[in-house]
T-cell receptor, first 116, second 115 residues
Framework: NAGVMQNPRHLVRRRGQEARLRCSPMKGHSHVYWYRQLPEEGLKFMVYLQKENIIDESGMPKERFSAEFPKEGPSILRIQQVVRGDSAAYFC??????????????FGPGTRLTVL | AQSVTQLGSHVSVSEGALVLLRCNYSSSVPPYLFWYVQYPNQGLQLLLKYTTGATLVKGINGFEAEFKKSETSFHLTKPSAHMSDAAEYFCAVSDHDFGNEKLTFGTGTRLTIIP
């Protein structure tokens, strides 16, 4: 049973370019969370999605960032016009249907974005 | 709002010695608490979690944690450190509303094992 898949593992972009990060949840999981880890910091929640719905995007910057989880295919985190401050590791986690907080989120290996 | 404080960003212990990683939380509701481990260039792996019931929770790799409501703490311990325990450890609290289980993480503690 494959775990959470993220690609690419490493992504280099120049300032002003677009970054597109993909996350395939574990089989049977319909909930996806995105977190960002800045250097020497813990993970910060960005957005929570279910299939075709954004449930909570309170941690995502209002501009340049967007996320989707289509009916078919992986979840996508998109960063437009990247800046150096976007350099970070972006982690995706998936879980089964919510169980009041007692469920486990399974994390992918992350995408390390470097903005030159 | 919930928050997590991990005291000590770096902890070093000798192989075979006790491991103690500290975590204090703040929550307006009864918390669900988690410890995750992160090895270099990898994702996070769940060590253990507390939801309800027994306050001493046992996890994988010989780790355990005790929920102390009076101290708002959830410290992680292991009786005897092994070289393979060297990693970064994160304490987290869940916003456990039905329909949203996002995690709030501490800033992490990097554990180094001295041979």
């Amino acid at each position: 049973n494959a775990g959470v898949m993220q690609n690419p593992r490493h992504l280099v972009r120049r300032r002003g370019q677009e970054a597109r990060l993909r996350c395939s949840p574990m089989k049977g999981h319909s909930h996806v969370y995105w977190y960002r880890q800045l250097p020497e910091e813990g993970l910060k929640f960005m957005v929570y999605l279910q299939k075709e719905n954004i449930i909570d995007e309170s941690g995502m910057p209002k501009e340049r960032f967007s996320a989707e989880f289509p009916k078919e295919g992986p979840s996508i985190l998109r960063i437009q016009q990247v800046v150096r401050g976007d350099s970070a590791a972006y982690f995706c986690a998936s879980s089964r249907q919510t169980s009041g907080g007692a469920g486990e989120q399974f994390f992918g290996p992350g995408t390390r974005l470097t903005v030159l | 709002a919930q928050s997590v404080t991990q005291l000590g960003s770096h902890v070093s212990v000798s192989e075979g010695a006790l491991v103690l990683l500290r975590c204090n939380y703040s929550s307006s509701v009864p918390p669900y608490l988690f410890w995750y481990v992160q090895y270099p260039n990898q994702g996070l792996q769940l060590l253990l979690k507390y939801t309800t019931g027994a306050t001493l929770v046992k996890g994988i790799n010989g780790f355990e944690a005790e929920f102390k409501k009076s101290e708002t703490s959830f410290h992680l311990t292991k009786p005897s450190a092994h070289m393979s325990d060297a990693a970064e450890y994160f304490c987290a609290v869940s916003d456990h509303d039905f329909g949203n289980e996002k995690l709030t993480f501490g800033t992490g503690t990097r554990l180094t094992i001295i041979p």
